[in-house]
């Protein structure tokens, strides 16, 4: 007994000063400090094979950048993030596959990406009963209303709205609707008819094609007999190419009008897109001091020739806008995290961007028409507009 005692009277003794009370400070609060270094873990996934392989590879690759630029700077609140990169492989069941991996095997601190509608919905029956935070890098239909699910893309009010009024005034009052047959399309085809309707206008026509459609044929005979003023494209990821090969091919005079068309089907498609106009929150052309920075850096990483697209620039926000929570938040908790998202802002390569309350990005909206080059030359820049989603009151 006194042997413990004399022991435990000289280690106290000892801890008052040297080395041994700073190895036994260590010793004492392990958990504290492990807290303060362990690494950030966020998750990507995305459609790295399958329909959107061609948009999945550049989101993948501003995520990259976002995260070597935070960790460059010191991490976040001092500490590295780390990722784990997962491929949906634009389907359903992959989306709830590595959603369920990220979050229970992974353990990540937060998941960023997604792109086709059907995979976002798909990852949500996840992740929001898991109270996980997914942060969506893809423009889409809008009218979701969930605390675990924000988005850095635009919603309806911000992309075809500002669009409907502009082509019903400089094109025409009628258009004909050209869509891959899911969510995206069809939702955007009721917010299409409803800013139409409200400029005095019409949709006299809509087809909704299967992914992998090879003949636009009869549609095009459809569309050619409805001689509507201008023709809107949504059709997905490669299809789209095949599209508007035929749409060439047909020699339609009508103006064509796509909300998804970007960088990286003009960069390798100029003869597809010169003269097509298209509205994204972000295009390479935007002239500010960040964008001219972003595409440098873009470009010493992965390539001075490669593209990037307002999906990949919305997935670079969405990294830093997460960090910027944390550090409001002082914690990666998910509920505090969430509670801050609204409350920072970043100065991204479109403009200034923030979370309104609804979990929806006040999105810049650029009007844009494709050149000869590749490039696309703005036509109108709404600037930052306020997300609108119906009945959410988050």
């Given at each position: ?50 329909l ?31 990722f ?51 942060i ?10 969930d ?34 047959d ?33 003949d ?25 190419i ?70 990949g620039e ?32 970043f ?16 999105s ?31």
């Amino acid at each position: 007994m006194t042997s413990k005692l004399i022991s435990r009277r000289t280690t106290l003794k000892a801890l008052g000063t040297g080395t041994l009370a700073a190895s036994a400070f260590s010793l004492g609060m392990p958990a504290i400090l492990r807290a303060e270094t362990t690494p950030i873990k966020l998750g990507f996934l995305s459609g790295l094979t399958g329909l959107e392989t061609i948009l999945g590879e550049t989101q993948l690759n501003c995520f990259k950048l976002a995260v070597s630029e935070i960790n460059k700077g010191g991490g976040i609140a001092g500490r590295k993030v780390d990722f784990v990169v997962e491929d949906d492989q634009t389907t359903t069941r992959g989306a709830i596959d590595k959603a369920r991996k990220l979050v229970s095997g992974d353990k990540v601190d937060a998941i960023i990406g997604l792109i086709a509608s059907l995979t976002h919905v798909a990852a949500r029956s996840v992740t929001t009963p898991a109270k996980k935070l997914v942060i969506y890098t893809t423009y889409y239909e809008g009218n979701v209303c969930d605390r675990y699910f924000f988005s850095t893309g635009q919603i309806p009010n911000q992309q075809i709205v500002p669009s409907v009024d502009w082509l019903t005034a400089n094109e025409g009052k009628s258009t004909y609707i050209i869509g891959s047959d899911y969510v995206w399309p069809r939702e955007s085809a009721t917010a299409i008819r409803a800013a139409m309707e409200a400029k005095g206008g019409k949709v006299v026509g809509e087809d909704f094609l299967p992914f992998g459609t090879q003949d636009f044929g009869p549609v095009f005979d459809r569309v050619r007999a409805a001689k509507p003023d201008f023709v809107w494209v949504m059709v997905a990821g490669n299809d789209l190419i095949t599209c508007l090969k035929q749409y060439q091919s047909f020699g339609f005079k009508q103006q064509l009008f796509s909300n998804g068309l970007d960088e990286l089907f003009s960069f390798f498609h100029p003869e597809l897109t010169a003269g097509t106009i298209s509205n994204q929150a972000y295009f390479m052309s935007v002239e500010n001091e960040k964008n001219v920075a972003f595409k440098k850096a873009y470009g010493e990483m992965f390539g001075a020739d490669k593209p990037i697209n307002a999906i990949g620039e919305a997935a670079y926000n969405a990294v830093h806008l997460y960090k910027l929570a944390v550090e409001k938040a002082g914690s990666t908790q998910t509920e505090a995290v969430i509670d801050a998202l609204d409350q920072v802002e970043f100065d991204a390569p479109q403009g200034k961007v923030n979370f309104a309350a609804n979990n929806v990005m006040r999105s810049n909206s650029i009007l844009a028409r494709g050149n000869a080059k590749g490039h696309w030359e703005p036509i109108k820049n709404f600037g930052q507009i306020d997300p609108v989603v119906a009945g959410c009151t988050l």
